[in-house]
């Protein structure tokens, strides 16, 4: 384990702030880990690059991103991203926005917009909108999924991956989590902000009824045998 690895664990033991603002908890809990946020996060938060592949948008596109942290998202697009109309990243995390705004310092296309996931609009309706990692960390999450809706296109793709967990009797054809895996994942991550809740899911299968998803799981790192469900989700407006 590196040393920066075991500065951020001993972070995420510390746990999330209960006091101040959302934006003053978020500033308080990843300014420290900021520089090394990425690097840490990369054998966890699995389903990123599929989900990318899924919206696939075309040349031309607007593409938006809510809860888009470092901008390291933005990579799994690739040589298409330069391709694309305009490209926006929103974030209410201060620490974080300076490491995106390093990393696509020079694309004409991109912008970093400090700013509400839950309030936001663009000037115009854009065609692909999606959260990755960053819905379990809104805590008005419903407004946040009726305001990415808001902002697409008729056709337009709303996209989620996520951490989650399912209902006690999901609907057929989904996956059931048991006891233990919904009573302990939601409390091991709420620790540091994170809320997982099955309501998350049936609200976007609910808004949007064309949809396509995928349920897996993720190892997690330094904690050998334990596998934390996630979801791929995307969603067509109609």
Not at 47 to 53: A, K, M, T, V
Request: glycine share 10%; proline share 7%.
């Amino acid at each position: 384990m590196s040393a920066s690895d075991v500065r951020i664990l001993m972070q995420m033991l510390r746990g999330q702030s209960r006091s101040g603002t959302h934006a003053e908890r978020l500033q308080a809990f990843y300014a420290p880990q900021a520089a090394r946020y990425d690097a840490f996060r990369e054998r966890l938060l699995q389903g990123r690059r599929e989900l990318i592949e899924q919206l696939a948008p075309g040349p031309g596109a607007d593409v938006i991103e809510l809860g888009g942290g470092t901008g390291r998202n933005l990579a799994f697009f690739g040589q298409r991203l330069a391709t694309f109309g305009s490209v926006t990243l929103v974030d209410l995390c201060p620490a974080l926005l300076e490491q995106a705004r390093k990393r696509l310092e020079g694309m004409s296309n991109v912008r970093v917009v400090e700013a509400d996931a839950t309030t936001w609009q663009p000037g115009d309706p854009v065609d692909c909108v999606y959260f990755s990692y960053s819905l379990t960390m809104i805590p008005d999450w419903r407004e946040a999924i009726d305001n990415a809706l808001a902002m697409l296109k008729p056709g337009g793709l709303l996209g989620v991956v996520d951490f989650y967990v399912s209902d006690a009797d999901p609907e057929p054809g989904l996956v059931r989590h048991g006891k233990l895996s919904r009573a302990f994942w939601p409390r091991w991550f709420g620790h540091d902000g994170v809320r997982l809740n099955p309501e998350h899911l049936r609200h976007l299968r609910t808004a949007l009824p064309d949809h396509s998803l995928r349920e897996q799981r993720a190892n997690v790192p330094y904690l050998p045998g334990l596998r934390v469900p996630y979801y791929v989700f995307v969603g067509r407006v109609g």
